[in-house]
């Protein structure tokens, strides 16, 4: 199989899932708040995308038999005034998370009964009685959860997919040194990019694009050899 080739063919599938959702959030410049709904469906593309992107890192790090460069020397740190915020050139993008966040299993908990919204009759005197006309009269609370939330953080995740695709070398650079840096850490459970199990946004039954992407990366950065160097 021409490993190099499917990276490139994989590569071109997610930039255009990528640029789509990208167009979905008016391209940086549409709103300031979306609603819940379309923030829940780009994240069921975006999750899966992250994850396809991250496999093609890796494959791209076992093929090559890249080493970690030496350690770069520490940059002096510029004192900058706490009250001043970065602009323009000083502003850090979101860099691509290299490492699959791992599952956390905890037991089942049976949830909480939860109080009661209509308050308390003690005596059924005019007070009281009061208190439940007034209860049942008031118009239900608004839903916190159905109000619409800021895209911030979905644009920060986007360019950072998109910069990680425009340049995989880089991540695979940064990769291969991350891997350097937690060698050193005796205490690190879990050290490999990828978690056992299914990456994160897998889907049983594949319903779009990206969840194919990703079940060819997925296979790819499983079954991927390192160079023939004897």
Request: with cysteine.
């Amino acid at each position: 199989m021409d490993i190099p080739a499917a990276i490139d063919l994989n590569k071109t599938l997610l930039a255009r899932i990528i640029a789509g959702l990208f167009i979905l959030l008016g391209g940086g410049t549409g709103p300031a708040r979306i609603s819940v709904e379309l923030h829940r469906s780009i994240v069921r593309v975006l999750r899966p995308a992250e994850s396809a992107v991250r496999r093609l890192i890796v494959v791209l790090v076992t093929i090559t038999g890249m080493k970690a460069p030496p350690p770069r020397p520490q940059a002096q740190s510029r004192s900058v005034p706490s009250g001043l915020a970065r602009t323009g050139e000083e502003k850090k993008r979101q860099s691509f998370p290299l490492f699959d966040p791992w599952q956390r299993f905890w037991r089942h908990r049976p949830a909480k009964k939860a109080p009661a919204a209509l308050p308390r009759i003690i005596s059924l005197t005019d007070e009281g009685l009061r208190r439940l006309r007034e209860s049942l009269d008031a118009p239900a609370p608004a839903d916190k959860k159905a109000a619409d939330i800021s895209p911030l953080n979905l644009l920060r995740r986007l360019e950072a997919v998109i910069g990680a695709l425009e340049n995989l070398p880089h991540q695979a650079k940064r990769l291969v040194r991350a891997l350097a840096r937690r060698q050193n850490v005796p205490k690190l459970k879990f050290r490999k990019p990828l978690r056992p199990g299914r990456p994160p946004g897998h889907r049983q039954k594949p319903r779009l694009e990206v969840d194919h992407v990703l079940s060819e990366c997925e296979w790819l950065a499983r079954n991927a050899l390192p160079p023939n160097t004897s």
